[in-house]
Every structure is written in structure tokens, then in C-alpha cells.
């Protein structure tokens, strides 16, 4: 079995779980307000900003641009960015654990191409000129066949492979976790 139906696998329960959390939901179903969806670019901010950082440690190629696209967007909404989040600890230890992590990181911009449709029906965001992170953007299916490449091409050993499960579900519940926090919008 390849490494991303392995992740895949062992990731699906954490990855549905985190779907009924997310305020992404109120997209999908075009009642999102603006606040809400400020909510949901605060989340997303602190939640990729830790992610990614710690993923180009490993992976030095790694683009790591998610959090810059939701901070664009913060600050077209005024909405201030706070910077570093000490209060939120992710951590990869190894290059096996960044690609773990990655695995979710760059999937989820699979689910934004489709908020991204979902967007322009939403009519309290219309005003908003230009979304950044949920541009609906192809390079990002570029972005996350590259990385399927790069996961398929990394020779891991039983113990790697292991540490890349544990760390792809470490990374749902770390997502999770900032999905729950009370965050300050304005």
C-alpha cells in the first residue's frame, strides 16, 4: 500500500471528526456571516502558521505560503495578526513527521478549491473583493500532486512510517484544538 493511502487510512476518523468542528461547514451551506468567517480566517492563521513553520524545519523546499495567503486576508478585514502564538505548540521532530504533517496541511487545500465554488454564494462575504486563502487557486492541486510525489519518493522504514501516522493525526488534533479556542475578532 502506498504511504498516502496509508495516511489516508489511518487519518480518515480524525479527518471527518474535524470536518463537523470546522466553521468551514457555513460555507458549504452559504450562511456564513462575516464574523464567522473572520472566526474561521483566525483559526486557520494560527493553526497553518504553527504547521507550516515547523514543516519547513524538515523540508526545506517546503512552500509554507498558507498562513501568508490568511494573513492577507485578515489584514484586508482589519483584523489584527497576532504573531508568534506561544500559547500553540506544534512540533515536528524529523523530516518522516513533517511529511506526516504536510499530508494534512497540503490536503486541506483539496477541501478549500471546494469552499472556494462555495464562497461567491455566500451573501454576507460579497463585498470582499478578493479571497486569498480560498482563492480556489490550481496551483494548489499542483502544490498537492508535488507533494504526493515527494511522499511516495521518501524511503521510509517501518519506524518512519509510523512516526508520519502518528504525526498526520497529531496534526488533525492540533487543528482541532485551535479550532476550539475563543479567539478575539476585532
Not at 456571516?33 to 514543516?55: G, H, M, P, V
Not at 505548540?89 to 513527521?97: D, G, K, L, N, Y
Request: charged fraction near 35%; aromatic fraction near 10%.
Amino acid at each position: 500500500m502506498k504511504m498516502i493511502e496509508k495516511l489516508k487510512k489511518e487519518t480518515r476518523e480524525l479527518h471527518e471528526q474535524i470536518e463537523e468542528k470546522n466553521l468551514a461547514k457555513h460555507i458549504i451551506d452559504h450562511n456564513i456571516d462575516l464574523e464567522t468567517y473572520k472566526l474561521l480566517l483566525i483559526q486557520n492563521y494560527r493553526a497553518y502558521s504553527n504547521t507550516e513553520s515547523e514543516i519547513k524545519k524538515f523540508l526545506p523546499l517546503y512552500p509554507a505560503k498558507k498562513h501568508l495567503e490568511l494573513q492577507k486576508d485578515l489584514e484586508q478585514l482589519g483584523v489584527p495578526v497576532e504573531n508568534p502564538f506561544k500559547s500553540d505548540t506544534f512540533r515536528c521532530h524529523s523530516t518522516a513527521e513533517a511529511l506526516g504533517a504536510a499530508y494534512v496541511v497540503e490536503g486541506s487545500a483539496l477541501g478549500g478549491m471546494v469552499l472556494a465554488k462555495n464562497l461567491e454564494k455566500c451573501t454576507a462575504l460579497q463585498e470582499i473583493n478578493r479571497h486569498y486563502f480560498f482563492s480556489g487557486d490550481k496551483e494548489n492541486l499542483l502544490e498537492w500532486k508535488n507533494f504526493k510525489q515527494e511522499l511516495e519518493e521518501y524511503d521510509f522504514s517501518e519506524i518512519e512510517e509510523q512516526e508520519a501516522i502518528e504525526k498526520a493525526k497529531d496534526t488533525f488534533r492540533f487543528f482541532s484544538a485551535v479550532f476550539e479556542k475563543e479567539y478575539q475578532v476585532s
